[in-house]
C-alpha cells in the first residue's frame, strides 16, 4: 500500500537546506518531488532511493512551462501537493551600481519569479483541495539586511512581502503559508558555485569589500545545521498553525530584535513628521 504520508514538493534540492530536507523526508517516508537544474547530481546527491517516494525533476526555474510542467508530474504521480518548499535561490553581494543589468535580473529570476511562478502553478491545486502548506526560503536578509548585499536583501524582501500578504489571501481557503528567515547555515551559500560577487566592482566601495571577505571567512563555520532546519521544516507543515513568519538560527534571531528596536526608536523619532501630512479639518 502507498504511503499516506504528505506529499512535499522542493525547489533546489541538490544541495544545502533543500537536500537536507529531501533526505530527511525520504528518511521519514514521505513523498517527494524535488528539482534542481540537474536531475542527475540530485539523483547523485540523495544516493540509493525508493521510486514510489522520490520523484527527482530536472527543472529550469527561469521557465515558467519547466515550472508547470514539475508541477503536473509530481501531483499525477504522487496525487496531489500538500507541502510546497520554495527553496532554490542563492546570495548576490555588490552595490546597486556594481551590478550589471543581467546579474540583477537573474538574481530576481530565481530568489522571486521562480518562487512567484511555483506559487501560482501550486495554488489551483491546494485550492481545489481547500488544503496546502507553502515555505518559502527567505533569509535576515529579507528583513535585517546587511553592508554590501542591495540586491539579495531586495530580492528577499520581496519574498517577504509577497509571503505576508499570500498567507492572509490564503488563509480561508485553508491554505498556509510561512516565511522563513533563516540566518548563516553550513551549506554551499558562500561557496564560488553558489555565491554571485560583480564581475565590474568599483575601488569606491571600501566598506563593502570588507563585508563580503568577513561573509566569506564564514564559509563552513556556519552556526546554522541545515539537519535542525530539516527538522524544523517538518514540524512546521504537522502543526496546525504554524506562523506566518520564522527567524531560523539565534544570528537570524538577534539581527531581527535589533532592527526591530532600530525600527521602533525611528518610528518614534520622527513621529512628528509623520502625522504632518494628513488633511486638517
Ligand atoms: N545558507 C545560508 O546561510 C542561508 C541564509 C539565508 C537564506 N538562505 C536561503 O536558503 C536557500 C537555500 O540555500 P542554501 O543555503 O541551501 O544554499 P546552497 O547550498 O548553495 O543550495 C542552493 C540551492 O538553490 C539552487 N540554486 C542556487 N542557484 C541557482 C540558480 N542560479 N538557478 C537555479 N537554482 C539555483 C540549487 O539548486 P540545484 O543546484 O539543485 O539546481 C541549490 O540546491 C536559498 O534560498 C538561500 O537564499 C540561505
Not at 535580473?105 to 519569479?113: G, L, M
Amino acid at each position: 500500500m502507498k504511503s499516506m504520508k504528505k506529499v512535499w514538493y522542493v525547489t533546489g534540492a541538490s544541495k544545502g537546506l533543500g537536500l537536507a530536507l529531501v533526505k530527511k523526508l525520504l528518511s521519514e517516508g514521505y513523498r517527494v518531488a524535488a528539482t534542481s537544474r540537474s536531475a542527475e547530481t540530485l539523483k547523485k546527491q540523495v544516493g540509493p532511493y525508493n521510486e514510489d517516494l522520490f520523484l527527482p525533476l530536472e527543472v529550469d526555474l527561469t521557465s515558467n512551462e519547466s515550472i508547470e510542467r514539475s508541477i503536473q508530474q509530481a501531483n499525477s504521480v504522487f496525487g496531489g501537493i500538500d507541502v510546497v518548499v520554495n527553496n532554490a535561490g542563492y546570495g548576490i553581494g555588490g552595490t546597486v551600481e556594481e551590478l550589471s543589468e543581467k546579474e540583477i535580473n537573474d538574481s530576481f529570476n530565481i530568489n522571486v519569479f521562480a518562487t512567484i511562478n511555483v506559487i501560482r502553478n501550486v495554488l489551483p491545486l491546494m485550492r481545489a483541495k481547500r488544503s496546502g502548506y507553502i515555505i518559502n526560503i527567505a533569509s535576515i536578509a529579507g528583513f535585517a539586511p546587511a553592508t554590501g548585499w542591495a540586491m539579495y536583501g531586495a530580492t528577499k524582501f520581496a519574498v517577504v512581502g509577497l509571503s505576508e500578504v499570500l498567507a492572509g489571501d490564503v488563509k480561508d481557503l485553508g491554505i498556509k503559508v510561512t516565511v522563513v528567515a533563516p540566518g548563516a547555515f553550513r551549506t554551499e551559500f558562500l561557496s564560488h558555485d553558489s555565491l554571485v560577487l560583480p564581475e565590474n566592482k568599483i575601488e569606491d566601495y571600501k566598506s563593502v569589500r570588507v563585508s563580503h571577505a568577513r561573509y566569506l571567512t564564514m564559509n563552513g563555520q556556519q552556526a546554522g545545521d541545515p539537519e535542525r532546519a530539516a527538522e524544523i521544516f517538518i514540524h512546521l507543515a504537522e502543526i496546525p498553525e504554524p506562523p506566518v513568519r520564522l527567524f531560523m538560527g539565534t544570528d537570524a534571531y538577534n539581527r531581527a530584535k535589533a532592527k526591530i528596536d532600530a525600527l521602533d526608536d525611528e518610528l518614534e523619532k520622527w513621529k512628528d513628521l509623520s502625522f504632518i501630512t494628513d488633511f486638517s479639518g
